[in-house]
């Protein structure tokens, strides 16, 4: 059974940082592509930052290009997200998914998901 299980989120300080893990289990890790994905209040979910395991290669929404980056151990079946310079529009639920192969870093891509934690960014 695929598990996907995030932690690291919370409330921080506009300018500030966090870093989310997202930790899989139950699948072949390096055989997928792990994105984060996020839904803010009253918005539709959109994607952030996803890698894609066969190759490592990683793509980035406008939005967070320059201040997030996502990164992944193999060792721990883990990825991360770490989000530096945060500002109020990044305030929502995080959520991680994964989806078999090689894919694009969108919601409908991925059939895997998390349950997501919250991350809010007070000015």
């Known amino acids: 059974e695929v598990q996907l299980v995030e932690s690291g989120g919370g409330l921080v300080q506009a300018g500030g940082s966090l870093r989310l893990s997202c930790a899989a289990s139950?699948?072949?890790?390096?055989?997928?592509?792990i994105g984060w994905f996020r839904q803010a209040p009253g918005k539709g979910r959109e994607g952030v930052s996803c890698i894609r395991r066969t190759d490592g290669s990683t793509e980035y929404a406008d939005s967070v290009k320059g201040r997030f980056t996502i990164s992944s151990d193999n060792a721990k079946n883990t990825v991360y997200l770490q989000m530096n310079s945060l500002t109020p529009e990044d305030t929502a639920v995080y959520y991680c998914a994964a989806e078999l192969g090689s894919t694009w870093c969108t919601v409908s891509a991925y059939n895997y998901w998390g349950q997501g934690t919250q991350v809010t960014v007070s000015s």
């Open positions: 139950g699948f072949s890790f390096e055989h997928y592509a």
